[in-house]
Structures are given as structure tokens and as C-alpha cells.
């Protein structure tokens, strides 16, 4: 049972780290007791005291003989362990618990006012092939693009792209909100899925001052739905696609 609750902390990323400090901490309390029962004379319970309280001593000592000096010495270098001890095991928790989160939020917060601080940017929802190919020639015509990504991997390629990013759904009005919709110029539902867009076209035409919406949907037969739903313009990549490849066929041979 010891090993296996040893080993359910350990599975703990701050318990596993924290587990040789607060070692060390318990051997120190071990062998002040231990310690203080052989110089003093006296039982466990009274050497717990001691370590609590070290004035303690010097009323034991008044009423009884024995090593004053040396129990004194080694109350310092327990002292001095405990205090290392527990520095080391309060350093280890908060770095494991805040270390990580504390430079997120900041980044977190500088990002947000970023996006705070644009006007007129295109709002991008969803960051795979599609929407990555429109936020990357975007920013490189010198646009602002405020891309929104709920996947934690993929937000780390749109942060390694330096485009501004929110995370978040964006069928939440909070998340659009976050954005800056009602400061951005447009607004193209980017996602590889049809009805995530068009949910995605209802919310945002609620804004107060709506950008345009564009809208990517995989199949023709979505297209009345998309526009029904908010859509200034809707986006089928297939049929773009077709009629990209078509003209490049079209064009007089060399």
C-alpha cells in the first residue's frame, strides 16, 4: 500500500518534484528529535517541542544537567536544515504550480492587447491548410490578421507564424468578442467543417458592428444555408480550386 501511494504521488508532476525536499525536511525533523532525546534526556514528544520552541531548552537545562552547550549547537544546525529544507520545498511547489502558468498569462495579456490595439484586421477562425493559406498571404500584403484556434498544438504553429491569436471556440460570442469583431473589416470562418461555419456566421453577425463574413463550406448544397445564416460570401475550396486548375488549362501552350 506505502508503495503504491509512493507512486500515485509520483505520477504528480509537483508531488513527484516536491517528493526529495520533503524528504529531506522529514529526515531533518527525524533527527532533531532523535537527537534532541539523546542530548536531553528526554522523550520524543518533549523533542518535537524543542523543535517548535527552542527556548525550551534553556528551561530544561535550568532544572536539569546534562550537554546544554552542545544541545544548543545542534538545535542551530537543525534549525538551520529545517529552514533550508523548507525554503527548498516551498521554492520547488511554487516554481511546479506557477513557474509555467505565470509567463502563459503574461503572454497571454500582451497578446490580448495587441489585438485590443488593431482596427480593421480580418479575423481568421480555424488555422489548418485553409485558413493558415489565407492568415500567411494576408499578413504578408501587410494586413493584420487576428486568428482564432481552440486546438493547443495548432495555436503554437500560429504563434511560431506571429500572427495575433486568440484561443477559444468561435462560436462563443466572448471568443469573437476577444477578437475585436467589431473593429475587424472581415471575417472568414475557416474551419474543415461546414456546420461548425455556418454557427460560426450566426454568432458573429450579432455584433454590433458586424465585419463582412465569409464562409467556407465543403459541399455546394450548404451554400443557401450559409448565406441564410449571415454570410456576405461563401467559400467552396473545391470548386475555387477547379476553376484555378481550369484556367491554368485554358492558357495557350508556350
Not at 529552514?83 to 511554487?94: C, I
Not at 488555422?127 to 504578408?140: D, V
Not at 471556440?169 to 470562418?189: F, N, P, S, W
Request: proline share 3%; with cysteine.
Amino acid at each position: 500500500m506505502h508503495r503504491g501511494f509512493v507512486s500515485h504521488l509520483a505520477g504528480r508532476p509537483v508531488l513527484r518534484r516536491a517528493l526529495v525536499p520533503i524528504g529531506c525536511f522529514a529526515t531533518v525533523v527525524v533527527a532533531g528529535i532523535v537527537g534532541f532525546s539523546a542530548l536531553g534526556g528526554v522523550g520524543p514528544l518533549e523533542a518535537t517541542f524543542w523543535l517548535v520552541d527552542l527556548t525550551s531548552i534553556d528551561l530544561h537545562f535550568q532544572e536539569h544537567a546534562g550537554p546544554e552547550r552542545a544541545t544548543k549547537a545542534y538545535a542551530i544546525a537543525v534549525t538551520a536544515g529545517l529552514v533550508l529544507s523548507g525554503l527548498w520545498l516551498g521554492e520547488t511547489v511554487v516554481t511546479e504550480t506557477f513557474g509555467g502558468q505565470i509567463p502563459t498569462e503574461v503572454s497571454r495579456a500582451t497578446m490580448q492587447r495587441r489585438i485590443d490595439d488593431s482596427d480593421e484586421h480580418v479575423i481568421v477562425c480555424g488555422y489548418g491548410m485553409f485558413g493558415r493559406t489565407i492568415a500567411n498571404r494576408l499578413a504578408e500584403a501587410g494586413r493584420t490578421v487576428v486568428v482564432i484556434e481552440r486546438d493547443a498544438d495548432t495555436a503554437e504553429r500560429v504563434r511560431e507564424d506571429d500572427h495575433l491569436l486568440v484561443e477559444g471556440d468561435a462560436r462563443q460570442e466572448q471568443t469573437l468578442r476577444a477578437a475585436g469583431i467589431e473593429r475587424a473589416t472581415k471575417l472568414v470562418a475557416a474551419i474543415d467543417d461546414s456546420n461548425v461555419n455556418i454557427q460560426i456566421a450566426v454568432v458573429s453577425g450579432t455584433a454590433t458592428d458586424a465585419p463582412e463574413i465569409l464562409v467556407r463550406v465543403g459541399e455546394e448544397m450548404y451554400e443557401s444555408v450559409a448565406k441564410e445564416a449571415g454570410a456576405d460570401a461563401v467559400i467552396i475550396p473545391e470548386v475555387v480550386s477547379g476553376e484555378r486548375v481550369t484556367r491554368l488549362l485554358e492558357r495557350p501552350a508556350d
